[in-house]
């Protein structure tokens, strides 16, 4: 299952990717916001953190205006690995690369078209292991010297 939320910057285009997920047959939950008032990005960015690392969604998406908030507020959730792209290569590489579990998008920044097409990049590429495994490996030593 795949967990998607945002802010009122990315709502529209939340409902706009998540008729693309639909089309790919993907499962989704809608963690909000569900309507234009104005409201804080960190509490959808966290909420969605946190299914994904408790394992409840296997992955997740966030939409804000330009997707900068929601991946500062994503990224500090120990074992999230947030990537905010902007281009389908990004988007490939923040699997194959980074294994992100959670994909960020600017809804005041892309098209429609364009951020299904960076969400269909990311759901088709595979985290390549090896030595970028090593790498996320450091990442979360650097989670582990700042936890209490
Ligand atoms: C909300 O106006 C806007 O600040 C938010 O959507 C996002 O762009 C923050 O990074």
């Not at 098209?111 to 969400?119: G, H, P, R």
Request: net charge negative.
């Amino acid at each position: 299952m795949l967990v998607i939320g945002s802010d009122h910057g990315g709502l529209n285009l939340k409902a706009a990717l998540k008729e693309y997920l639909a089309q790919r047959k993907v499962e989704v939950a809608d963690a909000g916001t569900q309507t234009n008032d104005s409201v804080d990005y960190p509490e959808f960015g966290l909420k969605v953190a946190e299914m994904v690392v408790s394992g409840s969604a296997e992955r997740g998406i966030l939409v804000c205006g330009t997707g900068i908030g929601m991946s500062i507020a994503a990224n500090k959730v120990p074992g999230i690995r947030a990537a905010l792209v902007t281009d389908p290569f990004m988007a490939r590489m923040a699997k194959e690369h980074n294994n992100a579990n959670i994909l960020v998008l600017g809804g005041r920044v892309l098209t429609e078209q364009q951020a299904c097409e960076l969400v269909g990049a990311w759901l088709d590429a595979s985290f390549e292991g090896g030595r970028h495994q090593g790498r996320l490996d450091l990442i979360s030593d650097i989670e582990k010297k700042y936890s209490k």
